[in-house]
Structure formats: structure tokens, C-alpha cells
């Protein structure tokens, strides 16, 4: 679908899946955002990807805006789906304990095109060390974007921060962490 810039709505930009710029007279292309597309190493099923086109002249001082929009719609929404897998996860791992979001560092990902990155906290697991486990969007489930998830025993945690055990190179504390909605509803 090609957009005017100025007819572009944020719901045009939370479900585009790749954002690319289109000079209206040259039809020169440049991608903003290229998310869990590229992300889909194992799909598990068909996956529509949904592209966006913005008409915007390529001289068009607009383009830094587009940019910091772009990027501050796709956090909220990584952060919305990193809540949302998240309450997936406590609803079925009765041992889950924490759930602590990680964003990559700058230097190694861009910001627009990062997974969800999780550290779950399981009582019922086994220690096997820092083992990052990848896997692609669930649009049908409303994880839109692809996530990569450590699991570890609390005694692996207590390691993690105690930096004995580090985790994978330009992982970095995003947020506090996400809360099961009946200890988020008990410390209010």
C-alpha cells in the first residue's frame, strides 16, 4: 500500500510489518523498518507480510521525523508484545517466577528491527546455562514481532547478577520486569 506522509496514521505504522520510502517522482525506494520479516528463520505457517509505502520526496526534511515516529511506535509495540508473551508464558509455566525484558545495545541492533528479548525466571526448568531460543512472530496470537527467550533456575539468576554468568554480548536491562497480573494487581 503506498501512503501520502501526510495521510500516514500510526495504525498504518503499528501493523506494517516493512516501511520503505517512495520518492513520488523518481520512485527511488529507501526501507525505514524492516521487522519480523526478517526474523522468520522457521515460520510456522504462512505469514502475510504487510509493506508500507510512504510518498515523501527524497529532499524532504520530513524524513528524521518519519524516522522517530517509526521507531517510537514499533518500542510501544514491542513492549506491548513483550507484555502480552509474557502473560502468555505465566499462563502456562506454573514455575515461571520473573520475566525481565532486555533491549539489545545500540551498537548492534537497530532500535526499530529488534525482538522481544526476554529472561524468564523458571523454578521447573533445568540449569543449562545461557541458551537464547529464537523464535518468529504469532500474529495470530498478537506477537507480531519475533522474540528470543533465556531461560534460567533461580540459582542461574542469582549468577546473572552477580555477573558470574553473563548474558549474550549487548544485552541490556530495557525495563522493570513484567509482573504476573495477579502480583501486579496484588502491589498496587
Known amino acids: 500500500m503506498r501512503v501520502p506522509y ?16 517512495v520518492d513520488p517522482q523518481t520512485l527511488a525506494g529507501q526501507t525505514v523498518y524492516n521487522g519480523p520479516a526478517r ?14 509505502e510512504i510518498e515523501l520526496a527524497r529532499d524532504d526534511a520530513r524524513h528524521q521525523d518519519l524516522r522517530r515516529r517509526v521507531a517510537a ?27 525481565i525484558p532486555f533491549s539489545g545495545s545500540q551498537t548492534f541492533e537497530l532500535p526499530t528491527a529488534e525482538p522481544i528479548k526476554l529472561l524468564e525466571v523458571n523454578t521447573n526448568t ?3 546455562g545461557i541458551m537464547p ?17 533465556i531461560e534460567v533456575t533461580p540459582d542461574e539468576f542469582e549468577k ?4 558470574e554468568m553473563p548474558l549474550p554480548k549487548g544485552w541490556e536491562f530495557r525495563q522493570r520486569e513484567i509482573l504476573r497480573e495477579l502480583d501486579a494487581v496484588e502491589s498496587k
Open 160 to 163: 546473572i547478577e552477580a555477573k
Open 6 to 21: 501526510d495521510q500516514l496514521t500510526d495504525e498504518q505504522i503499528r501493523s506494517a510489518d516493512v516501511i520503505a520510502v
Open 133 to 149: 531460543l529464537g523464535f518468529g512472530p504469532a500474529p495470530e496470537a498478537g506477537i507480531r514481532l519475533p522474540s528470543v527467550i
Open 126 to 128: 533445568v540449569p543449562t
Open 39 to 52: 526474523g522468520r528463520q522457521y515460520p510456522a505457517g504462512p505469514y502475510a507480510v504487510q509493506i508500507v
Open 73 to 99: 511506535i514499533k518500542k510501544i509495540q514491542r513492549d506491548e508484545s513483550a507484555s502480552e508473551l509474557a502473560k502468555k508464558h505465566f499462563q502456562v509455566e506454573p514455575g515461571l517466577t520473573r520475566v
